[in-house]
Antibody
Framework: QVQLVQSGAEVMQPGASVKVSCKAS????????IHWIRQAPGQGLEWMGM????????SHAQKFQGRVTMTRDTSTSTVYMELSSLRSEDTAVYYC??????????????WGQGTLVTVSS | ETVLTQSPATLSLSPGERATLSCRAS??????LGWYQQKAGQAPRLLIY???HRATGIPARFSGSGSETDFTLTISNLEPEDFAVYYC??????????FGGGTKVEIK
C-alpha cells in the first residue's frame, strides 16, 4: 500500500536549521508530487510547498521564501524539507503528503505520520 | 491569498444526527474545494475533492456541495468515529494552497 514514513521528532535551537525526511513506498516515486504542510500546536493546517520528484521542480508559499528548501533522492524514494533560521513560531508538526492523482491535483492522500519540530533554547 | 472561513467553530451533536459544516472563500474557487477529517493525534484524511467527489474508501454518509465561494460538507447519520476536526482546502488560486481554520464536531 502507499505509505509515507517521516523522520523522528527534533528539538532545535533558535536560528538553527532542521531537515525532515519523508520516505515513500508502494508506488512509482516519480509519478506524484509531494507537499509539505505544517500544524502548530492546537492550530490549523498551513501549506508550505511542494516538490515534483520527477524533475525536482518546487513551489512554496511566499511566507517561507528564502528559508525553505525541498529536495528529493530518487534512489531512496525520499523527499526532504529543510527549514532554516528557526524561530519559536516554527514549532509545529510537519507533514508530508502525496497528491491523489499524478500530474498535479493538489489534493492530499495519504499523509505521513508527522514530525514534531520543537524550537526552544 | 484566498482565505477560507469555516463555520461554526464547534458543532455539538449526538450520534445519528446530521452535521452541516460550512466553508466560505474570500474569492471564487470554482469547484476546487476539498474537505479533510483529522482525529486527535493523527494526520488528516481526505474526504471530498473538487467540491463533490468522495475520495477512495470514504463512506456515502459524507457528501459535499457548493461552488464559487460557498461550500458545505454534510455528514448524515453521525457515527461515533466521525467526531473529529474538519478542514476545507482550496486549490484554485495558488500558491499558496490554503486551508480553513477548522470545525470541531463534538459529542453532545
Amino acid at each position: 500500500q502507499v505509505q509515507l514514513v517521516q523522520s523522528g521528532a527534533e528539538v532545535m535551537q533558535p536560528g538553527a536549521s532542521v531537515k525532515v525526511s519523508c520516505k515513500a513506498s508502494g508506488y512509482t516515486f516519480t509519478t506524484y508530487y509531494i507537499h509539505w504542510i505544517r500544524q502548530a500546536p492546537g492550530q490549523g493546517l498551513e501549506w508550505m510547498g511542494m516538490i515534483n520528484p520527477s524533475g525536482d521542480s518546487t513551489s512554496h508559499a511566499q511566507k517561507f521564501q528564502g528559508r525553505v528548501t525541498m529536495t528529493r533522492d530518487t534512489s531512496t524514494s525520499t523527499v526532504y524539507m529543510e527549514l532554516s533560521s528557526l524561530r519559536s513560531e516554527d514549532t509545529a508538526v510537519y507533514y508530508c503528503a502525496r497528491e491523489i492523482f499524478s500530474g498535479g491535483s493538489n489534493w492530499f492522500d495519504p499523509w505521513g505520520q508527522g514530525t514534531l519540530v520543537t524550537v526552544s533554547s | 491569498e484566498t482565505v477560507l472561513t469555516q463555520s461554526p467553530a464547534t458543532l455539538s451533536l449526538s450520534p445519528g444526527e446530521r452535521a452541516t459544516l460550512s466553508c466560505r472563500a474570500s474569492q471564487s474557487v470554482g469547484t476546487y474545494l476539498g474537505w479533510y477529517q483529522q482525529k486527535a493525534g493523527q494526520a488528516p484524511r481526505l474526504l471530498i475533492y473538487d467540491a463533490t467527489h468522495r475520495a477512495t474508501g470514504i463512506p456515502a454518509r459524507f457528501s459535499g456541495s457548493g461552488s464559487e465561494t460557498d461550500f458545505t460538507l454534510t455528514i448524515s447519520n453521525l457515527e461515533p468515529e466521525d467526531f473529529a476536526v474538519y478542514y476545507c482546502q482550496q486549490r484554485s488560486n495558488w500558491p499558496p494552497l490554503t486551508f480553513g481554520g477548522g470545525t470541531k464536531v463534538e459529542i453532545k
